[in-house]
Structure formats: C-alpha cells, structure tokens
C-alpha cells in the first residue's frame, strides 16, 4: 500500500469540517434531493379527528432549517396514557423521562401534552441531558396550565450533543397559539429526519352509542439508525378505556406488530410510542365484542404504522414478510423469523432479487432454535422451495427468480416442528444504505 | 409503480439463466476481475514442512473450471486429532461426518488424511449428500490403506445442489500420486471460494530435543457467507501430544481466536477447524514451560488465520478491533464486542471514515449486556472520545476523523463495572460487499 501522508490527510478533513460547520449543513433534506422510497402509500392517510386531541408544529431551528421541527400535542383533560419504549441500556433522557411520568398514577380530571423535536436526540448526553428535558417539559407545562408530569417528550436526531432547549422553549407560545385539531399530518411531518414520507393510519369501529375512531402517526426508517432515524409513534382515541386497560392492550399488541419488524437489527436509543384515549367518543366504554373489535382495529392500526416504518427502510426497494409457522414453541418461531429477516446475506440476495434459499437454510440454521433439517419446507409465496431435507423436485429455479422480482415478498418457512407461529417484516439490505449510512454525516 | 409485465420478466430471466448454465459460468474467478483484499498481507508466508503430513490438488471440475477445487491431505501414522465445528443446527453431511469420527477412539498405529472440495457444500442435500460423504471418504480410505473412520471430509461452495462425489472420486488416484510435503499452499489454494488470497501461518518453539512447528491453512471470507464462503482451517504440528490434549488446547483457544471474529454476523453450515499433531518432531512431549509456549504458539497461529479471514471479508476496506474492558461479566464483554462488531450502522459508519461515535453507544446499549450511562469510555485508540456519560470536552472531531483515515482501526470501550475483556475483530462493511452478494449469484 502507498504510504498515506496523515497530516495531509488530517489537514484536509479539518477544513472540510470547519466548512461543514460554516454552512451548518442541514441533515434533513440532504443535498442529494432524497427521493420517497418506492415502497410509499400513494399518498398521507385522511385521518379522523380524535375528539379532545389538537396539534401544532413549527420551527424552532433546533439543527434543521427551513423546515417545522418541533410538534406539539394537547390531550383533553381525562386522557389515560400508555407507553412502550426502546429496551437499550442507553436509552435517552426524555425516554427515562416518560417511563418515569407513566409510572405515576394521573388524576382524573386533567389534561396531557406531548412535545417532540426532531434533529438532537439528547442522547448520552449527561446530566445537561436531564436539565433539558426538564427544561422543555416544565415550559410546556406551564403554558398550558399542566403539571410538569404530564407532559411527556421525545427528541430524535443525533447522539451525543447537547439539546439546545432553548430553541425549543422559545416557539412554545407560538405552538400552544397554534393548536388545531387539523393538523395532524404537520405533526407527522415535524418528527421526519431520514424519513422520505410521514406516516398515518387510522380506524373506525361501531361502539355502543357512536363511532370510536383511532387515528396514529409515526416516524422511522433504519430500525433504527441511532441518530437520525429513530422510530417515534403516537396513536390516539376517542374511546373511554382506563390507562391499566389501555397499558395492557397495548403491551399485548407491541409484539406482534413493532417488535417484529426490523430494518438493519439496530436499536435506538429514543425509541417511544404513547397511547392517549381521550374518551371523549359518545360511545359507552368498549366490552364485550366492541372492545374485542377495538382491540383488533388498534392491532391493525399499529401493524400498519409498523409496516410503513419497514416501507422506509433506508435504500429499501423490497417488502418481506418472513412468516414462520410449526415451531416448537413461540420463542422459537420469533428466533427464526428474526435471523431470517436480519441476515445481510439474505437481505442482499433480496436486493439482487436472487432465489438464495441456501442462505435461508443456513440463518434458520443459525438462529438457536429447534430445527430438523428433514422437517423444514421454504416457500417463497406459494412456490415450494425445499421440503424433507432438500430442494423439492418439482421447484425450478425460474419460478423463484421470477418471484423475486416483485417489490412485496413472503418468505414462508415451515419447521415442521410444533404449532407456533411468527411473521417479522424486514426489507432488502442495498448499496443505497450503504451511502445513506456510510457517506452522509449528520 | 408501473405494472410489471411478469412473464415477459420471466421469460427474459429463464433465457439468462439458460445462458448462464450453458457458459458453467466459473465461480471463482467471477468475470469481473476479483482484486485482492487491501487488508491482505503482502505475500502467502513461508511455512515449515510438519513431519507426517503431506498435500496435494488437483483440478476435478466439481464446479469450477481452469481451477484447482480438490485437496487432499495425508497424516502419517499416529497422529491424533482434534476439531470444532458450526454450531448450525443445518450443518452440513461432512460436518456432521467428521464430528461422528472424532468421537470415535482411534487406533494410536495408523494415520488419516482430509480431502477437501470447493465449488459446491454439499448441504442440505438429503440422504443423497450423506452418501455422496461416503463416498468420498471410503474411497480416499481405499486409495491410502485407511479405515474410513479416519477420513476427514470438508466441502464448500452452493448449498442445495447434489454434490458430484465421482469428479471427486475420479481424481483420488491423481492425487494419492501428487503427495508431497512441500504444497501446502497448493492446498490453501484449492480451498479457496470468494477469498481474494490464501491464508497461512506458522510458529516453531524449541521444544526438548528439538523444534516444535505448527503450521496451518484456512479459507473464508464473509463470515460466513453460507454458499461461497464457509471457513475451513487445517492446522498441523509435529508435537508429541495425545488426542484428548490437543481438542483440550483447540476448545480452550478457539473463543479468543476464530469464536471472535465476524464479517457479516452470519453463520456457515460448514465451518470446520481440524488440528493434527503427527508426533514425528525429535522433541519430548511438551510439558511444563514448554506447553505453555506450545499453547501460545498454537493461539498465535489460530489468531493468526482469523484475522486473516477478517482481513479478506467480503468488500472490507478497514481492520477492526473492538476491544471491551471493565465489563461486568465475561458473557456481557463478549456481547458488548460482537453488538459493536455486528452493527451495520457502525461498520457503515468506519466504510465511510466517520467516528460517529453515537452509533457505538446505542450498539451498546442494545447488547443486552449491563451498562451504565456514566461508567462508559469510549476511544478511537488512544483517543479517548466519551466519558462520564458524555462526550469527553477534550475531545476534537477533527481527531476522530483523522483517526478513521487509517487502515487498522481500534475501538476502545471501558464499561468501567468489573474486570472482564473481550476483543472482537471485524471489518467495514462496504457498498462492495452488497455488489458481491446481491449482484452475483453462485
């Protein structure tokens, strides 16, 4: 190898930087005119309005510019919460925040708030850390005549620099001012950072004395590039449910629909979604086959939004579903499910669109559960690929690869074991994550 | 989208892959010239000849062509073995060939040899790939006056397809003729799939009454990409050393070494470690000091052809140690390394020379492993980049990016909890090594 002049080297890259920093490159958009992944719905959902639910977005400047990076969101007085966040030992401030405000028990009779920021994550970044959730969280508060304790936030952006709160603090007024119960597409919008589309789902179910609707948005496109590409989710309802109930149902529901999605295996730091009912629906408290149909329409309302997470997939140009089904037991269906959808050799024969059950031999191989190689059967769609121990005799080659051509995929894989099962979406692992990841700094 | 006109897709698709198995495309080398590893050493070294083995290879046309695919190896009477092997629960017919033999006591008078095939693995194949094992290795018993319970076999290449034991067969004769001490990097040669160079290393210690040497072989590339790139290593030495000794000394040393590399985090369904010890060096058996330099002589040498393997991973432009210290428990060390070292977000990040060190703390904190925000130093080698929960005020990223132009890289973290290590090494992972599995098929 010719030998490298550091200092050359080190001289050029600190004048890049000192230019970077002069033009305080804006992260989102970058230069490169990023275009909408091709696995986007046509366009953002019409969503209801949620009775006792209002927002507001603008700029605060945070690190962005040009564009509406703070959101803000009022809930009744009434509204039962409920949270499920990231699971990583370093997990951000206003994470430990919002854990902490849930696990108080709210009186009845007042309202919530959620205030979100895009561009700095306030990630490990210490002490000053914590002072600026409180900082942020208290300013709301007061502004809207809450106590601090229920107001929960969340920032998303990069790790490591300090949230300059201030910024934030500052457009409170002009956000509160605002408050629209029309607006929610602006606070999709807000929470964008390598996002190419913003995200929203709804449902309406017939309750006892009226419609109950539920209405989500959501940010996230790396699961989950860790400081850019966080995955925020906020769902909302009318219905009148308690926060035990509501905390359930969705504990119940996360791990079939966000915990088994999976972009690039990472984990985020920030990683949150909150769940408001306001109750404000006309309709009597849901039981019986109204709560059972709630409880489905939310299901499915989180599924999508999850499903819209993995259509962002950073440099994504195919939907995989890998769905599991004869496993042992459940834990070993989600083993399965989830090296499949995490191994880069199989995400990469997905991009290639190349039929390489080969390597979904070997991931099933490696992911520690119970597997009999005689037992399994690997379809992609309907086409049976392998079954007792080998290829099937009847599968050619031309029917995989033909297949593969199509931007929605199912990778079925039958342990032949036991009766559980499993279905994880990921999507294809691309040169053009490797750019995204690789040769755009934040 | 467009609509897709699939069958014309198909029929366009059929004719290529027509044209593709008419042509018998050549594996290795692909058309593309394949240009060797920036990170491979200069030149194949120099190994001493082990007294009691002897090489040879040949060209059987298993699925290459213009190439030698095939090699045997030839262990003189009395030399004991040891091996370790895939963990996959689809490990492959030899695999699973080789782990019966070994557990078998072998008489202490007569020899054993190994052939080896590349161009095809010969898993997942049935019933019809355990009798093509049989094959192979009565047949190479037969040729050398061996039982076939001495015969090792290791085959690398596509998954799925029959393996042709009668190319293989056809040449034994061929081969048993061409043995010699002296080709040892003819073996490494033949072995050979996706690597961009052979793979060797050595060490000789004096032991009483003469040398000890060790000397050994390996291929591997992704780790481990299952249909071209598994990881094979034949490791030979003329010490005086009983079987049970030496599989004691290769489980003890395997975690450090070949347990503690990764490419790509995935798995093979055929990775084989074999260790030989002929016995025919003049020197006693190694007891006392000279055990112990017999054993970090051997470590050296497997440490050795692992970073050999990083160093050829698929697309790799940059040599990683991730070295963990002060971790609370040895499990949580280990986890920690491979978090960092598995996480597509920072290998992106080191492709693209950029110390974003954010991405090391969420890797972290999604190991699984007990971590603690403030006990955290994190260093790009002697630079220390966070600690006590925040990045150091010392630190300049102008360092860190100078720091990241280079090569060979060390990532320093200290969970500052306990006195458990771990070093891991990896390399960046590359649009190149989406080109290689995505783009080109086996």
Redesign the interface.
């Given at each position: 190898?010719a030998k490298?002049d550091?200092k050359a080297?080190?001289k050029a890259?600190?004048k890049q930087?000192k230019l970077l920093r002069e033009a305080a490159i804006p992260a989102v958009p970058p230069k490169k005119a990023k275009p909408v992944s091709?696995l986007a719905p046509a366009t953002f959902p019409d969503l209801p309005r949620i009775a006792g639910v209002e927002f507001a977005a603008c700029e605060a400047g945070v690190r962005y510019k040009n564009r509406r990076d703070v959101m803000l969101i009022r809930l009744a007085p009434g509204t039962a919460m409920a949270g499920v966040f990231?699971?990583?030992?370093?997990?951000s401030a206003c994470v430990r925040d919002c854990q902490a405000k849930l696990a108080v028990k709210a009186p009845a009779d007042i309202g919530a708030a959620i205030i979100v920021n895009s561009g700095n994550s306030n990630?490990?970044?210490?002490?000053?850390?914590e002072e600026a959730v409180a900082a942020v969280t208290t300013a709301t508060a007061a502004a809207l005549g809450l106590p601090a304790t229920r107001v929960f936030s969340s920032s998303t952006g990069?790790?490591?620099e300090p949230l300059p709160h201030d910024r934030i603090t500052t457009v409170i007024p002009q956000l509160v001012a605002d408050l629209s119960d029309d607006a929610i597409d602006m606070a999709a919008q807000a929470m964008m950072t390598t996002d190419t589309f913003p995200k929203g789902a709804s449902a309406t179910i017939a309750g006892e004395g009226g419609p109950i609707h539920i209405a989500g948005i959501a940010k996230g496109s790396?699961m989950i590039?860790?400081?850019m590409a966080t995955m925020l989710v906020y769902i909302f309802t009318d219905a009148k449910i308690t926060a035990n109930a509501l905390q359930r149902l969705l504990s119940k529901h996360v791990d079939a629909t966000f915990n088994s999605i999976t972009v690039?295996?990472?984990?985020?730091?920030s990683d949150t979604l909150l769940l408001a009912a306001t109750g404000l629906s006309p309709a009597a408290p849901p039981k019986g086959p109204v709560l059972k149909a709630f409880e489905a329409a939310l299901h499915d309302v989180m599924r999508n939004l999850a499903h819209q997470v993995v259509r962002d997939g950073e440099g994504a140009t195919k939907f995989v579903e890998v769905r599991v089904t004869g496993a042992a037991t459940d834990d070993d269906a989600h083993k399965v499910a989830l090296a499949i959808a995490?191994?880069?050799?199989v995400k990469?024969?997905i991009?290639?669109q190349?039929p390489?059950?080969?390597?979904i031999?070997?991931?099933?191989?490696?992911?520690g559960?119970?597997?009999?190689?005689?037992s399994?059967t690997i379809r992609f769609g309907d086409i049976t690929v392998?079954k007792?121990?080998?290829?099937d005799p009847d599968y050619r080659?031309?029917?995989g690869?033909?297949y593969m051509?199509?931007?929605e995929l199912v990778i079925g894989v039958d342990m032949g074991l036991g009766k559980s099962n499993r279905s994880v979406w990921t999507c294809d692992?691309?040169?053009r994550?490797?750019?995204i990841?690789?040769?755009?700094?934040?």
């Open positions: 190898m490298t550091w080297e080190a890259m600190k930087l091709p990231t699971r990583s030992t370093t997990r990630a490990f970044t210490g002490q000053v850390g990069v790790i490591g790396g590039a860790p400081d690039d295996s990472d984990t985020s730091t995490n191994s880069p050799l990469t024969a991009a290639g190349d390489n059950w080969g390597r031999v070997a991931a099933i191989g490696k992911s559960a119970q597997a009999d190689r005689d399994l392998a007792n121990g080998w290829r080659e031309e029917d690869a033909a051509l199509q931007p692992l691309t040169a994550y490797i750019e990841n690789a040769d755009y700094r934040s």
